[in-house]
């Protein structure tokens, strides 16, 4: 289908397109092939796009912030089918922890170099007008003869 065009892009153009390299691609198609046969070897329905076009629509989604109804008009399938396979996908990758940040304890670490810029934001007091029974509406109501 669709992957099979883009597959034959050149490294450069391929990145431009996806966001990502060929090889980190393909990882994520491994990744997402085992974690697929898991979810389906108790049975289910087939889907009714591959694996490969699963995460070229979830890259496309996050590389151009289209909307589900737009992708989903590309891929030839319903919106909210669009919606929760972007959504498998990017579970999916999380979840095996090939791709995620690192932690909060690793940045504490001491090859990590900061640069600290100082801002200087003191208060200043703003002058208004006191607040005084006159000034309020219902005050002014009353004295309204």
Do not use: C
């Amino acid at each position: 289908m669709k992957k099979n065009k883009v597959y034959q892009l050149n490294e450069e153009k391929f990145r431009r397109l996806t966001g990502v390299k060929k090889e980190t691609y393909e990882k994520m198609v491994k990744i997402l092939t085992a974690a697929h046969l898991k979810k389906k070897a108790k049975g289910g329905r087939p889907n009714s796009l591959e694996i490969p076009d699963m995460l070229l629509m979830t890259l496309e989604y996050l590389r151009e912030y289209r909307t589900y109804f737009h992708i989903a008009n590309s891929y030839g399938i319903s919106e909210s089918s669009a919606y929760k396979t972007i959504r498998w996908v990017e579970d999916t990758l999380i979840q095996s922890g090939e791709f995620s940040l690192p932690g909060k304890k690793v940045l504490y670490g001491d090859s990590i170099e900061y640069e600290v810029i100082l801002i200087d934001a003191t208060e200043t007091p703003i002058q208004r007008p006191q607040k005084n029974k006159d000034n309020i509406t219902q005050a002014r109501r009353k004295n309204i003869p």
